[in-house]
């Protein structure tokens, strides 16, 4: 079955650098979009960024354009999301999600309700 694993989420101090990897197993890898949302308490998921099946286009919300970078490695069926300068409000649990239309449509898609697969969740706690 398909599993989408999270990891590399921790408590660091405002201004810290992490680097969260999403290893994937059980589907075609390459032909997949992956896209990174986060959901803070109380509040809705929000997406993060997004990825298109080879690695060439990406696309960030507003909130972390220039600090977060979306890249993957197919070789290696891996997206990672490097964040650096972090913020108290990057705080919330970060999860990456798959997206089978990755090669019939093209581009990133960064509506969460499109994607098919979910992982469990990284918690990003980023204290002040």
């Known amino acids: 079955q398909v599993q989408l694993v999270e990891s590399g989420g921790g408590l660091v101090q405002a201004g810290a650098s992490l680097r969260l990897s999403c290893a994937a197993s059980?589907?075609?890898?390459?032909?997949?979009?992956m896209g990174w949302f986060r959901q803070a308490p109380g509040k809705d998921r929000e997406v993060v960024a997004a990825i298109n099946w080879g690695g060439g286009s990406a696309a960030y919300t507003n909130s972390v354009k220039g600090r977060f970078t979306n890249s993957r490695d197919n070789a290696k069926s891996t997206v990672y999301l490097q964040m650096n300068s972090l913020k108290p409000e990057d705080t919330a649990v970060y999860y990456c999600?798959?997206?089978?239309?990755?090669?019939?449509?093209?581009?990133?898609?960064?509506?969460?309700?499109?994607?098919?697969?979910w992982g469990q969740g990284t918690q990003v706690t980023v204290s002040s």
């Open positions: 059980g589907l075609s890898f390459s032909r997949y979009r």
């Open positions: 999600a798959a997206d089978r239309n990755g090669i019939t449509e093209g581009g990133v898609e960064l509506n969460p309700a499109a994607y098919d697969y």
